[in-house]
């Protein structure tokens, strides 16, 4: 039996012969059915719409690529995983299973790594906000602390006085390296001598032990340069630490920062073309190391802490139309049931969003907007998109890093999350939200029952 095919409006579009856009002749919209073998619709009959798929697959893959990049460059190369750009328990074991360290900016995210079975002495501690409980358990358990300002320096050495181990300290530094605005809000400044005061009080104070310098200079970098400048000078910084005090530093951790394959709002081109590769980043920054005045008997481990560059390709977000409209202008909207509470990347990325069965070729200029009764929510402004009826299945590629951290509980209850393993099975690691789950943190009190 033949299904009758579903009306479509018809649309008249303007013919330009001959002329093509910045891409050229673009051909039909493709359309992604499967991810990992296992189809879209399956699992949305499986785990409900919308739901958030992660391929264990990607993130092995994408690991191993970014360290080889680096090993291969350099001696000692060591990944920590960031833990705010996807902290669900079974995406850290993958990450910690591949060797990767954990890399923390708070309490909240110290403990979970404990709870992963990571040993304080492969957590590198980050972060502003790091509580005196949260600093006497890091050094009872010999994990590496790197300070953030002078505050935490004094609070650290009064805690070493009375601790029975010694700190193990790094000091973040924040330098120009040619990208602005200035990221100098974290960590303690390079050009105005703050860092080298910092350095110098760790040494003078002989209660804690100087093992790393770290930075974080900032995110989605798109371009590696600033990575030789950032490395050059944190060698520099060891070299005089070693000069002046005959100590060597054991570990120079560059950070996160690496962008990922997605596009910026407004940029001219798709970011899988114009993002430098792990290559060209590895490249920049073991060269500045290699070729800077480091003993060349001793050179310290090389961290990095890349997130989103690491997870952003093996997650999707797939679900359902709810319906289409035209706005007052003319122009074809559709609603989905994905809202920026759920992608909150969308404020900042133009997410790749493809059907997930065969559609017409007719594509039409078309804003997609989240479920939410909120102006701003908004997934796409404008995309050239075929027409998907209610009820059809859509896929958005590369929403893996922040989106489940950053992710607001407003309107609807967070959905499933699945993994895909590597032999393609599918397994919930976080199950969706429901009204007793959420309710169950609030309290009513007496008088209002
Ligand atoms: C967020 C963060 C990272 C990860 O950054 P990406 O841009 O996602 O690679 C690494 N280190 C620190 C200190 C961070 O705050």
């Not at 990208?179 to 960590?187: I, K, S, T």
């Not at 490249?283 to 008997?297: G, M």
């Amino acid at each position: 039996m033949t299904t009758k095919k579903r009306y479509e409006r018809p649309i008249i579009t303007k013919i330009n012969a001959g002329v093509t856009d910045k891409f050229g002749m673009r051909p039909k919209m493709p359309i992604i059915s499967k991810i990992e073998g296992v189809a879209i619709t399956d699992i949305i009959a499986k785990y409900g719409s919308p739901a958030f798929v992660i391929s264990e697959k990607t993130i092995r893959k994408t690991y191993n690529e970014a360290k080889r990049a680096f090993s291969t460059r350099y001696p000692n190369v060591q990944f920590a995983w960031s833990y705010k750009t996807n902290y669900l328990d079974a995406v850290c074991q993958i990450f910690h299973s591949e060797g990767a360290w954990a890399e923390v900016v708070s309490g909240f995210e110290y403990d979970k790594a404990i709870a992963n079975g990571i040993p304080g002495n492969k957590i590198l501690f980050n972060g502003p906000d790091k509580s005196k409980d949260d600093l006497i358990k890091a050094v009872e358990n010999g994990a590496f602390i790197h300070l953030d300002h002078f505050d935490e320096l004094y609070e650290l050495l009064s805690i070493a006085d009375t601790s029975k181990k010694r700190p193990k300290v790094a000091i973040r530094v924040n330098m120009d390296t040619g990208v602005y605005p200035l990221w100098d809000r974290f960590g303690f400044n390079y050009e105005n001598g703050e860092a080298w005061n910092a350095l110098n009080r760790i040494m003078l104070s002989e209660k804690m032990d100087l093992v790393g310098l770290h930075t974080h200079i900032g995110t989605y970098m798109m371009t590696p340069d600033p990575y030789a400048v950032a490395a050059s000078k944190l060698a520099e910084l060891a070299v005089r630490v070693d000069k002046k005090y005959n100590h060597k530093i054991k570990y120079i951790d560059m950070g996160g920062g690496f962008a990922s394959k997605n596009t910026l709002k407004g940029a001219y081109l798709p970011g899988k073309d114009t993002c430098p590769s792990f290559d060209q980043y590895a490249e920049a920054i073991t060269n500045a190391l290699i070729n800077s005045e480091l003993d060349p008997n001793k050179m310290p481990t090389l961290f990095l802490e890349t997130g989103r560059a690491l997870i952003d390709d093996a997650g999707y977000l797939v679900g359902t139309v709810l319906a289409n409209k035209r706005l007052s202008n003319g122009r074809r909207s559709m609603i989905v049931d994905v809202g920026v509470n759920m992608l909150f990347t969308s404020f900042w990325y133009e997410h790749e969003i493809y059907p997930v069965k065969e559609v017409s070729a007719n594509a039409e200029d078309t804003t997609i907007y989240g479920p939410l009764c909120m102006n701003i929510d908004v997934i796409r402004d404008v995309i050239k998109f075929p027409l998907l009826q209610k009820d059809d299945n859509y896929v958005i590629k590369r929403i893996g890093a922040y989106n489940m951290t950053q992710w607001m509980q407003f309107i609807t209850l967070r959905p499933n999350i699945v993994l895909i393993d590597i032999n393609g099975n599918t397994h919930i690691i976080r199950e969706k939200e429901t009204n007793e789950s959420l309710t169950s943190h609030e309290r009513v009190p007496a008088y209002l029952k």
